[in-house]
């Protein structure tokens, strides 16, 4: 009996031999090939855009005026109801139509999108199925057109990445390709919708990639030109919140105080992003804790909506909370709305009415309603400190717009899109230092009341769990030398069972090379029980191996153990020797999985 602590790879006759290149069951489809598919996702993203707003524009128009018409202007207040005080009866008519779809067709469209799409990164391969694309189009319309307090964004990213994920299945390539054309059709899609080609590159690079390199970020960035161009025969080329143009640090003390405003800002809509989130997810739990038929519960908390909605005309002259909600921020930009207490009403009826469509079962997107609460706070923070310093001359739309990109960052943990998004929806680069400024304050506060974002969220509380951002692959840093267990036996085959009997786990070495006449035969681990086999067999010696050289990377390393179905790696002085002396070390899932926890811990 033999200790060693040395380590390479080797193979013998009957060892599993698969060549370390080319390991992978799909081959990669070359860089051209990505960039036309994503044209081709891009082409989708912008056309799905456009149609999805005028599915919008046709259920608002049969709701509210029982007319047919495709006509959709997100940006300006709609006309009280032809129905009166029957508009309570609209988002309830919307809610039964929303749960046939989704209670019929695909459960997975019910909600706000961008965690079914991060869940199928993540988990499933990038793999979406197609019928999500027409089921999250419909309940997503139907929901915002029959005046659910939910956005635009979450369906429409569920829209994009559907097709880009059945374009991927649909065409051979390896799943890390297909995850690339889910993240392209997210950002097309978002692009499209907010002509914010930047944005929505943003987005998917810190919500739906894997990892960034030249060749994902390639695919993204040509899915979001193609998708925003053609949106914009569509909406024109002005940004979503046409506003006058802003003067923030012509005079620099008022600079300073809009910069030294938005701390307190940034803070405490980190606060409230924090309540924000837990409050969705809080009414979710209620309803389904209340209402065990489904049907029920959507018409309850929509039958609410729709008082709410009511209320608003009656006593408001618009309905200010149901919708995106677009026409309202609109009017805070422009300083039309500036009544502390009238927008303090509005950030409690839009925070109510968005967790009563949501926590309900509606289908919609937070990104909208999060922006009307920002862009609300924010202006109501500003007139107060206004109010309390009238000589900081602090501008209130400032604040506002800073606000907008505070929520979004402490909502959704996206914080470059956040900045890039308020930028380009908003088409003025003088609000850019408080926009940061209140995105960092925001971000941090909500991560230390609330670790997960909403997305996220969502995804933990199925048991999952979800990077919080890119990381830096540093397994990829691995070679089978770092990685191999150099605490190893080399047995004589004829001694293996006595070798067994006087081991234990607790023990090193933990892995014995069945030697016969100095070629190696096999490996005994401890997932093969060598005592609990019949006498005068040797089924229990793992035969299936695989050798590499300790140069070999981590990926390489993966793709073989992949290909080959193997479980036991040696590594060798030369892969050509067939001499167990020339075995340098043992690798195993168990090595891999250390590895990995390591990398985790540094990372973190």
Same mark, same amino acid.
């Given at each position: ?28 489809? /070359? ?19 456009? *149609? ?26 709609? $006309? ?30 019910? #909600? ?49 990445? *559907? ?103 940034? $803070? ?79 950030? @409690? #009826?839009?925070?109510?009415?968005? $967790? ?5 079962? $509606? ?73 940061? *400024? ?26 999952? !769990? ?10 990829? @840093? ?48 401890? /997932? ?35 290909? !080959? ?40």
């Amino acid at each position: 009996m033999v200790s060693m602590s040395q380590t390479t790879n080797n193979q013998t006759e009957g060892a599993a031999t698969a060549p370390i290149e080319g390991a992978s069951p799909n081959q990669p489809l /070359n860089a051209s090939i990505m960039l036309i598919l994503a044209v081709g996702v891009g082409i989708f993203g912008g056309f799905s855009a456009i *149609a999805f707003k005028a599915i919008i524009g046709f259920f608002r128009n049969l709701f509210f005026y029982g007319e047919l018409s495709l006509a959709f202007q997100p940006d300006i207040h709609i $006309a009280p109801s032809t129905w009166g005080a029957g508009v309570i009866l609209v988002p309830v008519v919307g809610a039964i139509i929303v749960n046939w779809i989704t209670e019929r067709f695909a459960p997975e469209t019910r #909600g706000h999108g961008v965690p079914e799409v991060m869940n199928a990164i993540y988990f499933s391969q990038g793999r979406i199925r197609p019928s999500v694309v027409i089921a999250k189009a419909l309940t997503s319309a139907v929901s915002i057109g029959s005046g659910g307090s939910v956005g635009r964004e979450g369906p429409i990213v569920q829209i994009g990445s *559907a097709f880009g994920s059945s374009l991927g299945q649909l065409i051979t390539m390896p799943a890390r390709q297909r995850v690339v054309l889910v993240g392209a059709g997210a950002a097309a899609a978002v692009a499209a919708t907010f002509n914010a080609p930047i944005g929505g590159l943003a987005f998917a690079m810190e919500l739906m990639l894997v990892s960034i390199s030249a060749r994902t970020v390639t695919v993204v960035a040509i899915a979001t030109v193609t998708a925003t161009y053609i949106g914009r025969f569509y909406s024109g080329l002005h940004p979503s919140f046409d506003v006058p143009e802003l003067v923030v640090f012509e005079n620099h003390l008022v600079g300073f105080y809009s910069l030294f405003a938005c701390i307190p800002l940034g $803070a405490l809509i980190g606060v409230i992003s924090s309540g924000f989130i837990r409050s969705i997810y809080s009414f979710e739990d209620w309803f389904e804790y209340r209402f065990t038929n489904s049907y029920v519960r959507h018409v309850s908390g929509m039958a609410v909506v729709g008082v709410m909605l009511y209320g608003f005309i009656v006593y408001t002259g618009q309905y200010h909370i149901g919708g995106v909600g677009y026409p309202t921020i609109l009017d805070v930009l422009r300083s039309i709305l500036s009544d502390p207490l009238f927008l303090a009403l509005l950030f @409690l #009826g839009k925070w109510l009415a968005t $967790a009563l469509t949501l926590g309900s079962g $509606a289908s919609g997107g937070v990104f909208a309603p999060s922006l009307f609460l920002g862009a609300i706070f924010g202006a109501l923070f500003g007139n107060l400190v206004l109010m309390v310093f009238p000589a900081s001359g602090v501008d209130p739309v400032v604040l506002a717009i800073a606000g907008m990109g505070g929520m979004i960052a402490g909502t959704t943990g996206a914080v470059l899109t956040a900045v890039i998004m308020v930028f380009e929806l908003t088409g003025d680069y003088a609000a850019m230092l408080p926009i940061i *400024a209140t995105v960092s304050f925001a971000y941090a506060v909500r991560s230390a009341i609330t670790e997960e974002s909403i997305y996220t969220l969502k995804l933990v509380r199925r048991g999952y !769990s979800v990077p919080h951002g890119l990381q830096a692959a540093t397994s990829h @840093l691995h070679s089978a030398g770092t990685l191999m267990n150099t605490e190893f036996d080399l047995i004589d085959v004829q001694l293996l069972r006595q070798w067994e009997a006087t081991h234990t786990p607790e023990r090193a070495p933990r892995y014995a090379i069945a030697v016969d006449n100095d070629t190696i035969d096999g490996v005994v681990h401890e /997932n093969l029980h060598l005592l609990s086999a019949p006498e005068n067999t040797d089924w229990t010696i793992d035969r299936n191996f695989l050798r590499v050289t300790s140069e070999t990377s981590w990926s390489k390393l993966m793709r073989s153990m992949h290909a !080959s179905n193997c479980e036991v790696v040696l590594v060798m002085h030369d892969d050509n020797s067939q001499r167990a002396t020339d075995v340098l070390g043992v690798i195993t899932p168990r090595e891999i999985s250390l590895a990995s926890k390591e990398d985790a811990y540094l990372m973190h």
